[in-house]
């Protein structure tokens, strides 16, 4: 097993892009605490992602998410998987980098739709499950994943675990 790191790893990008599944990679290797964003909001508001649009409207969701990156700044170094629009808020970008290094995990629209198409608990994608979507939702996006990350790393065509060692790698040298 890898030391802990001291520092937050938050892991961003599209919905997915993997966030999930290498977190609880990085995890294991490195022995530090998991956060999984949506769950823990799932979990203080009681309802889940989509009851939580349908209620508060996709502010009000991005408020919760905001205040959760700026309490994930005062606790124990983890490993966090974002939710996919974090990085659409600065001042979230500006929390993580106080206390951590920001990964972002890539994948081209054709691996995201297959990852994504049997699931039904994102609302931004429901209805919408094709390549089309997926494509221009994720050129809105880009600006703001390649201006927030501290590195960056292609997951198509690799294995969980080549991503978490690439990871580990270049966060530690
Ligand atoms: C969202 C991504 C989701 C979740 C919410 C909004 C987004 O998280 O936070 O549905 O705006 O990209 P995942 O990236 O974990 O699916």
């Known amino acids: 097993m890898a030391e802990k790191l001291g520092f937050n790893v938050f892991l961003i990008g599209f919905m997915g892009a993997g966030k999930s599944t290498i977190a609880r990679g990085l995890q ?16 203080e508001q009681g309802m889940s992602i989509n009851d939580i649009f349908e209620k508060y409207g996709e502010n ?34 500006e929390n993580m980098k106080k206390s951590g290094k920001i990964v972002f995990l890539t994948a081209t629209p054709e691996t995201i739709l297959e990852r994504v198409k049997n699931g039904q608990d994102r ?11 997926i ?3 994720m050129e809105k996006r880009r600006d703001f994943y390649e201006s927030a990350y501290d590195i960056k ?7 969980k675990g080549e991503i978490c060692s690439e990871i580990i790698s270049r966060l530690t040298e």
């Open 123 to 133: 609302p931004l994608l429901n209805g919408h499950m094709n390549v089309e979507y």
């Open 60 to 93: 009000g969701f991005r408020d919760i998410e905001s205040k959760l990156v700026e309490d994930l700044g005062n606790q124990e170094a983890s490993i966090i998987s974002c939710g996919g629009g974090v990085v659409i808020r600065p001042q979230n970008v």
């Open 153 to 159: 790393v292609s997951t198509d065509g690799k294995t």
């Open 28 to 43: 294991k290797e490195l022995g530090m605490e998991l956060v999984e964003m949506d769950e823990r909001i799932v979990e």
């Open 135 to 137: 494509s221009e939702l």
